[in-house]
């Protein structure tokens, strides 16, 4: 019985040998073939390769995995893929940035209404005190 | 001055490729001669060929969209040849969370307003104005990243993306978010060509 050596999902997809020094192998296993597919009918193998091949070898697997994510966001949404989402966030930010302005104002208005109320207190016990003289109700025995 | 040399004048991909722009030419409605670097980018990223099958996919109501958003990627890709526009991504996502937890903060606040200095509406005449705290609408749910178990950037762990993607939006195509300081942000990340 031959032995069947394992080559990358790359590889497999483009039907050739996998080289031992195989550019894609590291970062395409082939436990999950769809991986590469998705970057190869966004970019084309030739264009992932070279993308992978010009950035330094500890930057690699990133390169790999937001490729996969961008060509996963472009084939979910061919018109606008990452850009959408994108756009999506900034407006979540300038959503929640209104809704932080509103609240933030409604505190400054409950803060500014509590100070008033401090001031004016005082003068209401003062009227009651008075106004219990007037009836002649007093706390004094 | 002859008018067959403006009429004939090939668009910035026909050009790029060194072809003969040809009517009908699939790129020329949307990479016109002026803006050559539109061209270049989205070759250099996706390829002629790939850009072509996509749009091909598309009707053509919807081409101008997808190659904008295209360029826009692959500008992204070549400030950022690591993370492109997943960097952008992570960054606004960091901010929105970062804006929710201020949110938070800021409705406990009022609530804590509301129960202390408020001791009840008949107390202080005039005053009806109801508390409501105002709440996010829509939590944003980060997005999943790393095919292969790993976090992007520095990020342990990752973010994960649970909701469906969201509907396109008219776009408006906002400035590249980031900045030079933005790709310090990655350890090693990024880098300007």
């Not at chain 2, 292969?148 to 649970?162: D, H, K, L, S």
């Amino acid at each position: 019985m031959s032995t069947i050596s394992s080559r990358c999902a790359a590889c497999k997809y483009l039907r050739r040998r996998c080289p031992p020094d195989c550019i894609f192998s590291p970062y395409f296993p082939s436990n999950d073939p769809q991986r590469f597919a998705c970057v190869h009918r966004i970019y084309g193998a030739s264009n992932v390769g070279k993308m992978i091949q010009q950035t330094p070898t500890q930057m690699r697997a990133q390169v790999a995995d937001s490729l996969y994510f961008e060509s996963r966001c472009r084939i979910q949404d061919p018109v606008y893929g990452c850009a959408g989402i994108i756009s999506w966030l900034h407006l979540q930010i300038h959503n929640v940035e209104s809704e932080l302005a509103k609240v933030k104002a409604q505190i400054a208005f409950l803060n500014s209404d509590a100070n008033r109320e401090l001031s004016f207190r005082p003068q209401i016990e003062g009227d009651s005190s008075f106004n219990n003289l007037r009836t002649g109700e007093s706390s004094v025995g | 001055m002859s008018s067959s040399s403006s009429y004939n004048s090939p668009c910035a991909a026909c050009k790029f490729l060194r072809r003969k722009c040809m009517p009908g030419c699939i790129f020329s409605p949307y990479f016109p001669p002026e803006e050559p670097q539109k061209f270049a980018n989205v070759h250099k990223i996706f390829g002629a060929s790939n850009v072509t099958k996509l749009l091909n996919e598309l009707p053509p109501h919807q081409r101008e969209d997808a190659v904008n958003s295209l360029a826009y990627e692959a500008e992204a890709r070549v400030r950022d040849p690591v993370y492109g526009c997943v960097g952008a991504i992570s960054f606004l996502q960091r901010q929105v969370q970062r804006l929710q937890k201020e949110l938070d903060t800021a409705n406990a606040d009022l609530v804590r307003y509301a129960c202390n200095e408020i001791p009840s509406s008949a107390a202080i005449p005039g005053s009806n104005n109801p508390v409501q705290p105002a709440t996010l609408r829509q939590r944003v749910a980060p997005l999943e990243f790393g095919g292969v178990g790993r976090p992007i950037g520095n990020e342990v762990g990752g973010a994960f993306y649970q909701a469906p993607l969201p509907p396109p939006y008219p776009l408006p195509y906002p400035p590249l978010p980031w900045s030079d300081s933005f790709g310090g942000d990655f350890n090693g990340g990024g880098g300007n060509i």
